[in-house]
Structure formats: C-alpha cells, structure tokens
C-alpha cells in the first residue's frame, strides 16, 4: 500500500462502524496518515480494539467507544466523547456504520425497510448534525464523509431498502455540502463497489468470478482501497472538493450495460 507520512498529522477522526472489515480499513489507513483515531462500534468491541492496539504499538493515537447508532441520543454521546478524548477537537467524521441484508421488497415490512433506514441513513444524519456543532466552533472546521455505494445508482435485487437509504446519503451529502460551507465543514461521499472480505469467494463464488470480469482493474476492491479515498477526503488535498460522490470500485461503473 502506497505510505502516507503526515496526510491527516494533528487531525482528530472518528470512524463509525470500525469493527467491520471496511471500517477497519479506514481506521487503519487515517492512523498511518497522522490522525489521531476514534474507532466506534457497536458489538464488535474485540474487532475495533485490536485496530487500536495496533495503532497505539506503531506510535499512534487510537480509542474505541461502543453504541448502538439507532439511537439518535447515542450518536450524540458518541461524538461528544471523540471530542473530550480529541481535547475538545473533531476535525474529521467518516459515517461508515451500516447494515445490508436481503430481503425482497415484496412482502418487506414498514419495521424491517426502518431498521436498514435508521442504521444507515438516520445515524448518520444524527452523527453529522452532532459534528458539525463541534466543528463549525473551531478554527479550520472540518471534513465528513459518508460511505455510501454504487448501489445508490445502480440498485441490486432484493436490496431496495439498503439502495435507497444509499441514494438519500448521496443527496444529503450535497445537501450538507451546501449549508455547512460557509462554516468551513466539506460533506462528501464515498461510493465503494464489491469489496473483499474474509470467506467472500466461498460464499459467492459466482458472483466474485462476475465481478472480476466486469471491472477494468480486474479485481475486488479493498477495505484500504476505501480508506484510501477516505483519507483524500479529509486531507488539505481535497480543500476544494465539497458535495462530490467519489466511486471507488475498480471501474465496474464505466462499463457499458448494453
């Protein structure tokens, strides 16, 4: 993986959802860039406590706080205590938490359309207002990024719920963009493709085979291939890069579909 010495050095990050293989990788790559980490999760504490052991052996500086992001005065204590441990300073927010289950739309539950909802649209809503509370009263502001996906554009079966709620992170990062300049705060996101993760060629071997195919690099994205476009984001490199979508999957969205 390409170094990235001093990128987010003096930085204070909070990643949510970091004790899943993607928020990991965020994490991961925004500690070898200089920020100093605020890893959250919501049940796996052991996941997100060995990415701060190891930030913390390589010199870094790296917290795990837990809660169940559902809960719109959760994410606000959540924030609130990636501050105090940042002594009073946010400077970057990557909302990673989220969940993607399958379910057909016919038949699916107004309960069950809420549950993927309120995990990824709503939390990250509440986290965003939160940190920009924080942010706009500091000098420099500071930076946010959603992690959406290529399904906000490009819907999979059985994943209605889970590619709506993308869609509306996408446009509420624009949104954001727009009323939250003026206070120095750059909202943005983050669209990944098919990215690997332990056991995923077992499961679907079929699909992983289509996807390789499909995309012009030739193979599955990685949980740092995401961090990487994460820590672009909140680097003094992307200072006038506010409202935008980056896609981050390998080309897959290039390629034509007639």
Excluded at 3 to 32: D, H, K, N, S
Excluded at 48 to 65: H, I
Excluded at 149 to 165: D, G, K, Q, T, V
Aim: hydrophobic residues 45%.
């Amino acid at each position: 993986m390409t170094e990235l010495p001093g990128l987010l050095e003096g930085q204070v990050a909070l990643v949510t959802g970091a004790g899943g293989g993607i928020g990991r990788g965020i994490a991961t790559r925004f500690a070898e860039a200089g920020a100093a980490v605020v890893l959250h999760c919501r049940t796996a504490v052991e996941a997100a406590s060995e990415v701060a052991r190891a930030v913390r052996t390589s010199g870094g500086r790296a917290v795990v706080v837990q809660g169940d992001l559902s809960d719109e005065d959760v994410c606000r204590r959540v924030v609130g205590e990636a501050a105090e441990w940042g002594d009073g300073r946010l400077t970057a927010l990557v909302n990673n938490a989220g969940v993607q289950p399958t379910r057909e739309l016919r038949g699916m539950s107004l309960a069950q359309w809420r549950a993927v909802v309120d995990t990824n649209l709503s939390s990250m809503f509440a986290c965003t207002q939160a940190a920009a509370e924080i942010m706009r009263a500091q000098d420099g502001g500071g930076s946010v990024t959603h992690i959406a996906s290529i399904e906000a554009s490009h819907p999979a079966p059985l994943h209605a719920h889970y590619s709506a709620s993308k869609a509306a992170i996408v446009t509420h990062a624009r949104a954001a963009a727009l009323e939250y300049g003026p206070f120095g705060i750059r909202v943005n996101t983050v669209s990944p493709g098919l990215i690997h993760r332990e056991g995923l060629e077992e499961a679907w071997p079929e699909g992983v085979r289509r996807w390789e195919r499909a995309a012009p690099v030739g193979r599955l994205g990685r949980a740092e291939d995401v961090g990487d476009a994460c820590v672009f984001l909140a680097s003094g490199l992307a200072s006038w890069v506010s409202g935008h979508d980056l896609v981050v999957d390998g080309g897959v969205s290039a390629r034509p579909t007639w």
